[in-house]
């Protein structure tokens, strides 16, 4: 295998030789932290807020958005490719930990998440005080015809189809467990990326979708949420995923500046940058200066 | 209600006004010039220009790892199948596939991305690379040799010279190629014209859409039109005989 081992290598190589003057550089004297995000919206926002206010209180940070989907970033983080990310109090049970029962408040969906992480060597810091929870949405006209209040009432109307993102169909928020908790055997899956399945609901392409609490697309359509009465989705507040070392480096520098930024995002808040960025069409960066600045944190 | 146990005396944030747009923004319109123009600096200028640097290293480097690669298979015939058979495995390996696998061992950098992007330019390159190679009627190489001209001088004189047209249309096939798959490498780098797409994707706008869209078309035929007025300036030969 003498051959190929030399290929690699000199792939390797040459591609490092290559790319080394595209490396990005950073502003500023202090420590450098790789902030991450992942693949939509609210993410940017909030990687563009942490990224900005570690920057006004004198770090280097550099910035990877987009980074999807959770097992990828995940790995990221383990991996020391990025040193934070916000991520979802209750994904982290359910797509890491996957504990056989799910806590019931949103105060112990916290404190497991965070014991969890922190046995690999991660914590967590506060949480913000809003959710964004997955939801069933369907058209306000089916809701009314059907008479649709909660979930399992999409019995009523028979063979339908469900938007789904792609790694989300077996998860514990999945269309599996939306099927096996609402008794739907009837409905069957369409896998969609996040963001394609509001136009679809619209356009009549598929009957139900998996949604988020947070999104402004839910203010647009005139579409209905259904209650999740089998309180399958769980709590979702958002915490940034740090490594312990660097708390335990870095201390309140750290901790401080990121708990100050949290604490103010309501979900009044939320859904007011994720309009901004997502209906407004303005960049997540302006979006996070606008909203720092006007509260005194830059 | 479980949210307000986690916001017990919380801070009461100031909501920033983020003023207002244009209908066709709001409404999401097909195409709208005035967000285009407006985002072009900061989105689409940027993209663009990193969608050409990646495209640029990729089929550089493949080409300085391929070249050398069917030069020797040119030589050690014995080589031509496993050499073909590695570029066309290579080939083979779905984009996304490969980009997830390459992550845990380079991380969500550029080397990642141009590890995928080369390996996706080789197979092209070494077969169009060997095939010119190749072409070069054997009582030619013979005449070269009669003539008095080495192995080296043959390679130098005449294969290497009339290999260039099958050499450029091979690059032609890994450009276009490669300006394609930097669109899904936006999925670990936040670069190139698939970022907005993908950014996109979340809350769909047609005009972000539409605009990396046609930017990325627009690269594939420059960068193809780029290459063939190379070729043509390498190959005056092949002009002079079509006129002749």
């Known amino acids: 295998m003498r051959r190929r081992t030399l290929l690699t290598g000199s792939l390797a190589v040459a591609a490092a030789a290559g790319v080394s003057t595209a490396a990005g550089s950073v502003a500023g004297t202090g420590p450098v932290i790789t902030v991450g995000s992942k693949q939509f919206t609210e993410s940017w926002v909030m990687g563009e807020l942490y990224a900005q206010i570690l920057t006004a209180r004198g770090f280097q940070v550099v910035l990877k958005s987009n980074i999807g989907s959770a097992d990828i970033i995940d790995r990221a983080l383990r991996s020391h490719q990025i040193d934070l990310y916000p991520e979802y109090t209750g994904v982290i049970l359910q797509t890491f930990a996957m504990p056989k029962r799910m806590p019931v408040t949103a105060h112990g969906t916290y404190e497991a998440a965070k014991r969890f992480e922190e046995g690999r060597g991660l914590t967590l810091l506060r949480p913000t005080p809003f959710q964004n929870r997955n939801a069933v949405a369907v058209r306000t006209s089916d809701a009314r015809k059907h008479g649709l209040r909660t979930v399992g009432d999409l019995r009523r109307m028979g063979r339908i189809s469900y938007a789904e993102y792609p790694d989300n169909i077996t998860g514990p928020l999945g269309y599996d467990a939306v099927v096996k908790a609402y008794r739907l055997s009837a409905m069957k899956v369409r896998p969609l990326n996040i963001g394609l399945q509001y136009p679809a609901l619209k356009n009549g392409d598929v009957d139900a979708a998996d949604v988020f609490t947070t999104d402004p697309q839910l203010r647009r359509y005139d579409f209905t949420v259904l209650e999740d009465d089998q309180a399958i989705f769980g709590f979702q507040n958002v915490s940034p995923v740090v490594r312990r070392s660097l708390v335990e480096r870095y201390g309140r520098r750290l901790t401080e500046p990121l708990d100050a930024v949290n604490a103010l995002l309501t979900e009044k808040a939320m859904q007011a940058l994720n309009e901004a960025a997502a209906m407004m069409r303005l960049s997540p960066a302006k979006v996070a200066d606008r909203f720092l600045r006007a509260n005194d944190l830059k | ?244």
């Open chain 2, 1 to 244: 209600m479980s949210s307000t146990l986690l916001a017990a005396a919380g801070p009461q944030p100031v909501i920033p006004d983020f003023g207002t747009v244009s209908s066709c923004v709001r409404d999401n319109g097909l195409f709208c010039v005035d967000w285009f123009t407006a985002n072009f600096s900061s989105m689409f200028g940027p993209a663009l220009v990193q969608h050409v640097r990646l495209t640029v290293i990729a089929v550089g480097v493949g080409f300085l790892i391929a070249f050398p690669l069917a030069l020797l298979a040119h030589f050690r015939r014995r080589l031509v199948k496993p050499l073909g058979g590695l570029t066309s495995f290579l080939y083979t390996i779905p984009p996304m596939a490969l980009f997830t696998l390459l992550v845990p061992v380079f991380g969500l950098s550029v080397l990642t991305a141009e590890i995928a992007l080369v390996s996706y330019t080789l197979m092209v390159l070494f077969k169009s690379s060997l095939t010119g190679l190749g072409e070069v009627p054997e009582e030619v190489r013979r005449a070269g040799e009669g003539m008095g001209l080495t192995r080296r001088e043959v390679l130098w004189r005449i294969e290497l010279p009339l290999a260039l047209p099958a050499v450029i249309s091979g690059l032609r096939v890994a450009t276009v190629t490669t300006i394609s798959v930097v669109e899904v490498a936006a999925f670990i780098i936040d670069q190139g014209l698939g970022s907005p797409i993908i950014q996109g994707l979340q809350s769909p706008f047609n005009t972000q859409f539409i605009g990396a869209g046609l930017l990325a078309v627009a690269l594939a035929l420059a960068a193809d039109g780029l290459i063939v007025l190379v070729g043509r300036l390498l190959t005056p030969w092949a002009r002079t005989r079509r006129t002749v």
